[in-house]
């Protein structure tokens, strides 16, 4: 069962993680990518507040999965942990942190940029 959920998180958690820097750019996905960028940003800020600054939901459910796996990882961060896994190269989970959030805050500014434009379009539109 572990084996499972830890191709699972693998694969969703990458695929939520892509979607969060790209799903802006689809006119059809604009809306669900607010969601996905507002519950990434409220897991970061507000559990954060709790459970140390960018923590995530589907990484901490990861990294318990991994454990009783008996994986036990050196990277604090998916996106470190991801880049490692698949590249090979350990970078510097500083400079990981840094892009991450730039590209975070980056893609979040865009979705709201674009829901807005989105919205005063249908509004006008439909007088």
């Excluded at 998180?9 to 969601?35: D, M, Q, S």
């Excluded at 459970?51 to 998916?78: A, P």
């Amino acid at each position: 069962m572990y084996q499972f959920l830890n191709i699972f998180f693998f694969i969703f958690h990458t695929a939520f993680t892509l979607f969060n820097i790209v799903g802006w750019i689809f006119p059809k996905t604009r809306k669900v990518h607010l969601i996905t960028m507002t519950l990434t940003a409220f897991s970061w800020f507000v559990l954060g507040i709790w459970y140390g600054w960018g923590y995530c939901v589907c990484t901490d459910w990861h990294w318990n999965v991994r454990e009783k796996l008996g994986l036990i990882d050196r990277s604090h961060s998916y996106i470190h942990f991801l880049l490692l896994k698949m590249t090979g190269i350990d970078l510097d989970p500083k400079l990981v942190d840094t892009g991450t959030l730039v590209v975070f805050l980056l893609s979040f500014a865009l979705s709201i940029c674009l829901n807005f434009i989105d919205y005063r379009l249908r509004k006008r539109q439909s007088h």
